[in-house]
């Protein structure tokens, strides 16, 4: 895995590809930072960070779509499958060269925070937060655009696909909301791809665990069929592919049931043990002061909420 990883990460700074996306990332998120932080005065890095989250539908189609299309179409990827490798280990190494050179970027912004420190009061735990969710968003990104990669020999349907597949998941709740407003078992089965609306309850001012532990599971998952893409294609080779196909549409089922009853068992759990409050003010916390106007009140408080009647 460590020569797969030196050899890509290597390729990627020898090469336009890999300074063009820090550039990008670096670029924009400083030219947002500047206008929205700096220039306006506001002092959560979270604004900027949720004004620049489409930049990566661009730039990660454009960093993965060669990373395994370039070797199928050249013919190298034979050599690799043919080496003694693991094929999770290509992958792993492949997945944290691009992992690495999205860190870059993503480390200058955490700097931001500081530099606002320095002329006032910053919110750092949401500002933090929102770096993080950047990263998580990124990386989730990235396992897709490498499976995508996996899957084609043209660079141009890699980057394609990986553009419609990201944006559709950015655009989820739209899409949903369009398809039905009360919802149904479509708009269930779509949510299960739905970026957006993990990105806003992340964004929001909390920690969500659920919203982390979904973009992991979906990192998760999407390498793994990385995997069995490439080691369905060593197996062409052999007379073992029929068992092998068996063996790796049980395990894709085995592991998709997996990463559903993971967030499925998350979601049943109450949101005072997955969220975590990172507001500077504690917005979403039971304060004393809170629990103390509570027990004060003298007259019934009647709470209006309005909700569809599937509760959806």
């Not at 993965?64 to 490798?85: C, F, G, N, S, Y």
């Not at 980057?159 to 739209?174: D, E, N, P, R």
């Not at 979906?218 to 069929?225: E, T, W, Y």
């Amino acid at each position: 895995m460590r020569a797969i990883y030196r050899r890509e990460l290597r390729a990627f700074f020898t090469s336009v590809t890999g300074w063009l996306f820090i550039a990008a990332h670096i670029c924009l998120a400083g030219l947002y930072f500047f206008a929205v932080n700096l220039l306006s005065g506001y002092g959560n890095v979270a604004d900027t960070v949720s004004s620049i989250l489409f930049l990566l539908l661009l730039t990660t189609p454009v960093l993965t779509m060669r990373i395994l299309a370039e070797d199928r179409k050249q013919k190298t990827d034979q050599l690799i499958l043919t080496a003694p490798v693991s094929v999770s280990g290509i992958v792993l190494g492949k997945y944290l060269a691009m992992a690495t050179v999205f860190t870059v970027p993503v480390g200058v912004m955490a700097l931001f925070p500081l530099i606002l420190r320095s002329y006032g009061t910053v919110p750092m735990g949401e500002s933090y937060t929102a770096v993080l969710v950047y990263y998580l968003f990124g990386l989730a990104c990235i396992a897709v655009g490498l499976f995508v990669s996996s899957i084609t020999e043209s660079q141009i349907i890699a980057a394609v696909v990986t553009f419609a597949l990201l944006f559709a998941a950015y655009m989820m709740s739209a899409i949903t909301s369009l398809i039905s407003q009360s919802g149904n078992w479509l708009t269930a089965i779509l949510n299960a791809f739905n970026f957006s609306s993990r990105l806003e309850d992340l964004l929001g001012g909390t920690l969500d665990l659920k919203a982390v532990v979904y973009f992991v599971t979906v990192i998760a998952v999407f390498l793994f069929l990385t995997v069995q893409s490439i080691q369905k294609r060593r197996y062409q080779i052999s007379v073992r592919s029929l068992k092998f196909g068996a063996y790796s549409s049980g395990m894709i089922v085995l592991v998709a049931a997996i990463a559903v009853f993971v967030n499925l068992a998350l979601s049943a759990l109450p949101d005072s043990y997955t969220t975590i409050d990172v507001t500077q003010q504690k917005l979403y916390s039971l304060t004393d002061t809170t629990k103390n106007l509570v027990q004060g009140l003298q007259e019934d408080v009647t709470i209006y909420v309005i909700n569809s009647e599937s509760g959806q």
